[in-house]
């Protein structure tokens, strides 16, 4: 099992629609990081949170270390929001990233 | 201006060739990564170095060697490439320290072994 799990593996959706992906971890997390990753490849850092709630626009991800979850949420999502998105844990006095399996995200217009 | 920049982008190569991927970074950081992105998109790290040290090498085969000249580059060296090491290679990089912990992604190389 990995020590980093993501839900839905995959989601497709209606343009406009609420879109939330899950992500819990195992004990020991200092900081989660959520990830974007387009399908031209290239990987870019959303967030990282190690508590309560962070927003970028239309994006909102949250962190609840009590129940060793996080959750990415997008509001009004737009086709140009479909990629993979990813969440990955920083082990305390680790100094390395555990991924989740990612989540693909596909908006239909 | 790019932060983290890795060459090359593709790679196709035969099996049993030596190749190296380099990877910069212009971001100050102390800590450079490599992470290894297989078929079905799981992201693991390799190797991590912080200021040239190496601090992470995760069960990688002994054909992969990272170099790190100075704490701006980590270059990866792969010996006698087989089928099995086609996949994407990330570099990354961060600044551990106090509320720095965010990760800069390189685009990432592809490399196909033929």
């Known amino acids: 099992k990995n020590e980093v799990e993501q839900s839905p593996q995959n989601l497709t959706a209606q343009e406009g629609e609420f879109i939330t992906i899950n992500c819990s971890y195992s004990?020991?997390?200092?900081?989660l990081h959520w990830l974007q990753q387009h399908p031209g490849g290239g990987i870019v850092s959303l967030f990282m949170?190690?508590?309560g709630k962070k927003k970028h626009g239309r994006l909102i991800a949250t962190i609840n270390i009590q129940e060793k979850h996080s959750s990415l949420h997008i509001t009004a999502s737009h086709p140009r929001d479909s990629a993979v998105y990813i969440c990955?844990?920083?082990?305390?006095?680790?100094?390395?990233?555990?991924f989740g399996q990612g989540t693909r995200l596909t908006i239909n217009p | 201006d790019t932060a983290v920049s890795q060459t090359p982008k593709y790679l196709v190569t035969q099996m049993g060739n030596d190749k190296s991927i380099k990877c910069e970074q212009n971001l100050g950081h102390d800590t450079m990564y490599w992470y290894k992105q297989d078929s079905k998109k799981f992201l693991k790290i390799m190797f991590s170095?912080?200021?040239?040290?190496?601090?992470i090498n995760e069960t990688v085969p002994n054909r992969f060697s990272p170099k790190s000249p100075d704490k701006a580059h980590l270059n990866l060296h792969i010996n006698s490439l087989e089928l099995g090491d086609s996949a994407v290679y990330f570099c990354?990089?961060?600044?551990?320290?106090?509320?720095?912990?965010?990760?800069?992604f390189g685009q990432g190389t592809r490399l196909t072994v033929v």
């Open positions: 990354a990089s961060s600044q551990e320290g106090a509320g720095a912990l965010d990760a800069f």
């Open positions: 990955a844990g920083r082990f305390a006095g680790a100094q390395k990233l555990v």
């Open positions: 949170l190690s508590s």
């Open positions: 170095y912080n200021n040239k040290e190496l601090i």
């Open positions: 004990v020991g997390i200092s900081a």
